[in-house]
């Protein structure tokens, strides 16, 4: 089976900034393209972190409140003026080469909600988003089912594909039928739920040995 990497949803063409790109320079480029983070990338294209809208409203949140209902906030909350200073760092990276779900589990892990794409060299080369890794569960739900049939239940031995019955609707996927062995059960079970674009797995299969 071939799975869909990082390589194949990131977007290629980021919009970075430099360390020294002040406050109101990444709060143009953000409104500009329409995104809602930067990296930040070294003299290499390096990512050293990422400047997003909630590191830019931390620094609004630590002004004065005019009205005075707000206590004024602790001291040095408002000296971020650059995107050294206001990146959150270091930044949490990832490979081309990266299925979508590494990438998704990498992003749970750190709660974040974007990646940098880093080449062997470390320098950036794109950029991932919950939203991208998300799309993949839109995949046509034949297709699903070709591969679940030719990819999945073809190539596991022990298995007659002519034997298994699936049905996919809206990336749920329902398997019945016959399988020889019980024991191979789990294993079609479990490639299925890795079959990019399946959300469930619903199991009614029948073993005709015990």
Known sequence: MQHRSVVDVMTREVVRVAPETGFRGVLALLTEFGITAVPVVDGDDRPIG????????RVQAAQDD?????????????????????MT????????????????????????????????????????S????????????????????????????GVSPAQVGVEVDQGRVTLSGTIAAPHLVPIVLRLCRSVDGVVSVTDRLECSTG
């Open 89 to 128: 760092s270091p930044a949490i990276c990832t490979s081309p080469s990266t299925s979508v779900v590494a990438a998704a589990r990498l992003m749970n892990r750190h709660q974040v909600k974007r990646l940098p794409v880093v080449d062997e060299n470390g320098r950036l080369v794109g950029m991932v």
């Open 66 to 86: 005019p009205s005075g209902l707000v206590a004024e906030p602790a001291a040095g909350g408002r000296e971020a003026a650059t995107a050294r200073e206001l």
């Open 50 to 57: 990422i400047v997003s809208e909630a590191d830019l409203m």
């Open 130 to 157: 919950r939203s991208d890794l998300l799309r993949v569960f839109l995949r046509d739900d034949h297709a699903i089912r070709n591969e679940i049939v030719e990819d999945v239940l073809a190539q596991v031995a």
